[in-house]
């Protein structure tokens, strides 16, 4: 065992039980959550990252596998990301987004061979890029269908006066695009100074150099902004085109 190593102790598990419980209750008074909610969402992550770990240290032994499990991390994201966009079946549209962003940097990784080709490596590093497309994709997709429909008449006449489905909706929609790039811009100018992303701890706790983490977490940063920019770029077409619709969006906002 490293140095930097952590140990799994009783403490640290009733730490974790305790801040639960904290946030729980803190979000149940405010009013921000239902305390039950926020009890689940920690329960619920404390068993899928215990699966996720036997689960892991099994498949990191085969590429196959660990390829599949990609694929898997993929779909669940595009549900999630879709799913909290909107409430019905063109759910499914919010994969595009998800995968033209990720893609392309994945592909960088395996071609470049910058990193091993292993499951122990790749799982974790294009598991972040998918991480980042999701919530830019949700953001994105929930910010642009409140948008459009809070502005409906502005569309309408945009309408009226002879403008393409498209470009009316890009007209109102495209301003408001950027907003979901601002938490990974955010990151990335405070890296180092207010915060220590998970890349670059995980790895001094595992044992590598300060420079080693640093450049691996350099890599993340510079690849999450390419990601989350492709995914929004491509979920604010999806929606121009009235693909991506929200249950009780107006019928001019579909194609």
Do not use: C, K
């Not at 301003?175 to 790039?181: H, N, Q, T």
């Not at 670059?200 to 150099?209: I, P, R």
């Amino acid at each position: 065992m490293s140095s930097g190593s952590i140990p799994v102790t009783p403490a640290l598990g009733v730490a974790i039980a305790l801040l639960l419980v904290a946030a729980a209750a803190v979000a149940g008074l405010g009013g921000l959550a239902r305390y039950r909610d926020v009890l689940f969402a920690g329960l619920r992550g404390a068993v899928q990252l215990l699966a996720v770990a036997l689960l892991i240290a099994y498949i990191v032994r085969w590429t196959a596998l660990a390829a599949l499990f990609i694929v898997l991390m993929f779909v669940i994201a595009a549900h999630t990301a879709g799913r909290r966009i909107t409430g019905n079946r063109t759910w499914l549209w919010a994969a595009l987004p998800i995968a033209a962003g990720v893609a392309p940097a994945a592909l960088l990784l395996v071609v470049s061979r910058a990193v091993p080709l292993t499951g122990l490596v790749l799982i974790p590093l294009v598991g972040q890029l998918i991480g980042g497309a999701l919530v830019a994709t949700a953001l994105a997709g929930r910010r642009l269908l409140d948008e459009l429909h809070q502005r409906r008449g502005e569309v309408e006449a945009a309408l009226a006066l002879g403008m393409l489905d498209r470009a009316a909706r890009l007209e109102i929609a495209r301003p408001l695009a950027g907003g979901a790039l601002v938490p990974a811009l955010d990151q990335t100018r405070t890296v180092g100074t207010v915060t220590l992303p998970g890349a670059f701890v995980g790895m001094l706790l595992g044992g590598a150099s300060p420079i080693q983490a640093g450049i691996v977490q350099l890599y993340v940063l510079v690849a999450l902004l390419a990601v989350e920019s492709v995914a929004i770029l491509v979920v604010l077409e999806v929606i121009a085109r009235g693909l991506l619709t929200r249950t009780g969006t107006p019928v001019f906002f579909r194609s």
